[in-house]
């Protein structure tokens, strides 16, 4: 089966922990990208990759960081620099040919 | 600031009846637009896509864009309790990047 995988499902960070967050597609896709939705928003862009080995800042990338060593493979991770980190995040990929986005399932991170 | 705005509802509608869900777009360069609907504490999943001025139908869904106007919409025609959800509007950036802006969303509830 085509997709895109995250995990853990759920995260629970204690303060001053870094956490990562992990996302995979085997859809073969060049570009992806990573959100956060907080209650009652709408999602907003922390990084995001359109290839191999090079990535951009979106528009809340403090306290985070990310890496994007293959073309399956780009993880999250919530510094302890974020101070308010609980939110759901999704990863996306994009299909070219269409400009279309697909989500993952989500992760949801709650700070202890 | 490039923004999408959408009236965060509820939106309530009788199962049966037509539910017409609107959203705005400032950035007049915009060329791609995506409807996704968001169960609770689930990923957004793609509804439709539309790129140029008009009307777009799949089954049960029509989306409708005016670029003029600045402005897109959805209908839902026959709405069905299990369309009961948060409907996301999304815009491409114009100026060659490849990310998306999204609204708030819109949360529709269809009652029996």
């Known amino acids: 089966d085509g997709g895109i995988t995250q995990s853990p499902k759920y995260l629970f960070r204690k303060e001053g922990q870094n956490v990562t967050l992990s996302c995979e597609q085997n859809l073969n896709h060049d570009a992806m990208y990573w959100y956060r939705q907080d209650p009652g928003q709408g999602l907003r862009l922390i990084y995001y990759?359109?290839?191999?080995?090079?990535?951009q800042k979106g528009d809340i990338a403090e306290g985070y960081s990310v890496s994007r060593e293959k073309k399956e493979s780009f993880p999250l991770t919530v510094t302890s620099a974020q101070k308010n980190p609980t939110a759901f995040y999704l990863c996306a990929s994009r299909q070219k040919i269409t400009d279309t986005q697909y989500f993952g399932p989500g992760t949801r991170l709650t700070v202890l | 600031q490039k923004e999408v705005e959408q009236n965060s509802g509820p939106l309530s509608v009788p199962e049966g009846a037509i539910a017409s869900l609107n959203c705005t777009y400032s950035?007049?360069?915009?060329?791609?637009f995506f409807w996704y609907r968001q169960y609770s504490g689930k990923s957004p999943e793609l509804i439709m896509s539309?790129?140029?001025?008009g009307d777009k139908e799949d089954g049960r869904f029509t989306a409708q864009l005016n670029k003029a106007s600045q402005y897109v919409s959805l209908l839902i025609r026959d709405s069905q309790p299990s369309d009961s959800a948060t409907y996301l509007c999304a815009g491409k950036i114009s100026g060659g990047y490849n990310k998306l802006i999204f609204g708030a969303g819109t949360r529709l509830a269809v009652h029996p």
């Open positions: 539309i790129y140029s001025n």
């Open positions: 950035d007049r360069g915009s060329q791609s």
């Open positions: 990759s359109q290839i191999v080995n090079d990535f």
